[in-house]
Each structure stands twice: as C-alpha cells, then as structure tokens.
C-alpha cells in the first residue's frame, strides 16, 4: 500500500504516537498528532528501553540519539529489603551481546521522538482534548471545543483512558489490581552503578537506577493494597507516607528513601488487553490497546514495537482494511503474553515469611550455577525484534 498522500491523525503525544506518527511519515504519509497538554513534555519519571525497544529506535534512525541521553545498564540486582544482601545479579553486558539495554528519562526519549517527528514534517497540535472519537469511512475526532479533525486513519495512542478504545470495543471501566506505586527521582549522592537495584520486601518492593549522566536516581516504589480509595488515579503525596510504607527497609533502599523530596502516588489500574484493536479506518496501540503492570518494564517497548508494526503493516498490505488486521494479528498475540508475564512477575518480589527465605535461596543457586538460563528464560521478550 502506498502511504503516500494518506492523510493519519495520531491521538496522542506519548511515546507511542509518536513513533507511530515517525514511522508512519517515514513510509509517507500525511501525519497530525493531537496532544491535550500544552506543551510535549513529561517529567519526573524514568523508563527501561530494553533490546527490543532498542531495535525500534534504530529502524527510526534514532539509536544514537538514545545513546547519548540514557544510561546503559549493566546488571539487574536482587536484593533483600532488611540489609539490602545479594540476591541474584543478572549481568547485562555478558547477556546483551550488541542489544543494549538502557536507563532513559522519560521526558529525554519523547524529546527525542517529537523532535524526530517535527523535523520530518509531523505537524504536532497542542491543547487538544479530544471529547468523542467517531469511526467511518471517514473517521473523526470530536474535540472538547466542537472543533472536528479527521483523516484517511485514526491512530488511538491515548493511553488508559483511551476515547479511541471506547469507540472500538464500547465503555469499560479499568480494574485496580491490588497495587499502588510511588515515583520519584533523587540525587544519586550513593553513586549507584548503572544498574537496576530491586529490593523485595513483603508485599512491596523498591526499585532504582540511575539517569541521565548519573546524577540522577529514578525511584519506583510498589505496595499491595486492598483498595484504592482517591478519586485521581495519579496525585501528589507526601514523602513521609512513603517513607512509612517502606519502614522496613534499610541499607541502601533507607538512604535512597530519606532523599526524598516530591513524590507522586498512583494506583496501578488495567483493561484486559483489547478484543479490536482496530475498525474501520481506525486503530489503537500501546496502553490504549494493552496497558500492562510495569513488572517486566515493557509499556513504552511496547508501544515502540505497536508503532513500528502498525505503520509497515499498513506499507506491506494491498490496503487499509488489511493492513490493519496484518497489525492486529501481528501485535495482539505478543502483547497478551507479555502483559500475562507481567502480571506473574509481580508476586516474586513480594514474596512474605516463610516463603521469602527458600524462594530467595533458589535464585542465589540459579545465580550462580545457571546464570544464562535465569537471563534467557524472557529471551522471547527482550531479544525479539519486530524490525527484522
């Protein structure tokens, strides 16, 4: 199918849109990309691109630029929450073997991505709230001031309360899954290594890396709860509420918790993964199509890979119609997997006495006498490649 002269408007200034809204422009088309902030930016949270990811920003011509705004991560760290002991480490740089896996703020990659996007002629558009979004032959989005905006395609990349979502599989409302987080990013005065430090501890964990030149530390905090009682699903809370919650921790989790100066609090809500993710002349990817718990930090990964299928299944197929379904049947299968993986990741890290002390003397022993089996058993996640 020939992109060229094909009007998309991309809902959606996040990671996701706008690597769609790059690729799609690449192979030729005619991008919009409708953003409600005011401006493209997103603070105070830090990411994992993973191999798989990786690849995406090289096919987009993208991958030195990541390069020199991230951390290349060197090892991932378990370690127990009371003194912070070894665990297991699993080293990277041994696994990866030319994939590198990276520590990247949140804000430098959509940076990255947007400025990508404008220089290849994407026309970006702010302040846009989108009210309703009306599949067709020719599609519409009716935005909060009666102002319309269409195109030949609708790309729905937004997000967990995707309107896009709504139009192709109706009104649902997301589940709480039992769990809350904390983000903050702090000074890293400990001069911790660029490497991923998990810290399990009962029912909760805590997990760091550096950023940037690594003066920075991003801090993500799990806890189990019954309910979440907040109207919001994402607001500013006190540090010392954290702090409580993670009593129990010491060494350097502790140290790393007593910097900390802002944090936001958010509970961690799903849609089971889309049924449709596409229709006619429409289509949704990342959270919008499958938003998954952050247990093997593949979100935004997956949102690359969403965007980089979508737009060369649309270039490969004979039209829309079936490149749209080439994308779903391509993307839906993964996604799922992925999702269900993250879900069951979850529980390792909060395991409680008496399970705790043996679950945690398997790991050691994997550790030492099978270390490339603990690595490669996700080797179908982070090795896989969507551009190849």
Not at 132 to 150: E, F, I, S, T, Y
Not at 260 to 268: A, Y
Not at 276 to 283: D, S, V, Y
Not at 350 to 377: I, N, T
């Amino acid at each position: 199918m020939d992109l060229k002269g094909l009007k998309i408007t991309v809902i959606g200034a996040g990671i996701g849109g706008l690597a769609a809204a790059l690729a799609l422009r690449r192979f030729g088309a005619s991008v919009t990309v409708l953003e409600q902030a005011e401006a493209i930016t997103e603070v105070g949270a830090g990411l994992q691109i993973t191999p798989n990811g990786v690849h995406v920003m090289k096919a987009l011509g993208l991958a030195d630029d990541l390069a020199w705004s991230a951390q290349r991560a060197r090892a991932v760290v378990l370690r127990g929450h009371r003194r912070g002991n070894q665990v297991l480490r699993l080293d990277l740089d041994e696994y990866a073997a030319g994939l590198p896996y990276y520590f990247v703020h949140r804000s430098d990659l959509i940076g990255i991505l947007a400025g990508a996007a404008r220089r290849e002629g994407v026309q970006v558009r702010l302040l846009q709230r989108v009210d309703r979004v009306q599949p067709g032959p020719q599609p519409l989005v009716h935005l909060v001031n009666g102002a319309q905006c269409g195109g030949d395609l609708l790309v729905g990349a937004d997000g967990l309360h995707s309107k896009t979502r709504v139009a192709l599989n109706g009104e649902r409302k997301p589940f709480f899954t039992g769990q809350v987080a904390w983000r903050a990013i702090v000074p890293n005065h400990l001069k911790l290594p660029p490497e991923a430090q998990v810290f399990m501890g009962p029912g909760r964990h805590l997990v760091a890396y550096p950023l940037r030149d690594g003066s920075l530390v991003n801090l993500v905090a799990v806890q189990e709860r019954r309910a979440w009682a907040e109207e919001g699903w994402n607001f500013k809370d006190d540090p010392a509420n954290l702090r409580a919650a993670f009593a129990g921790f010491g060494g350097t989790a502790a140290a790393l918790l007593e910097t900390v100066e802002e944090v936001l609090l958010w509970g961690l809500f799903r849609h089971p993964v889309a049924d449709r993710w596409h229709g006619e002349h429409i289509a949704i990817l990342g959270d919008a199509a499958h938003p998954t718990l952050p247990f093997m930090a593949q979100g935004a990964n997956l949102a690359l890979e969403d965007a980089w299928v979508l737009a060369r299944s649309l270039q490969e197929a004979a039209g829309m119609s079936s490149g749209l379904a080439m994308y779903q049947a391509r993307r839906r299968e993964r996604a799922q997997n992925v999702v269900q993986a993250a879900s069951r990741n979850a529980w390792k890290y909060h395991l409680r006495a008496p399970l705790s002390w043996p679950a945690h003397q398997v790991l050691k022993l994997g550790g030492r006498f099978a270390p490339d089996r603990m690595v490669s058993q996700f080797d179908w996640i982070y090795r896989h490649d969507v551009t190849a």
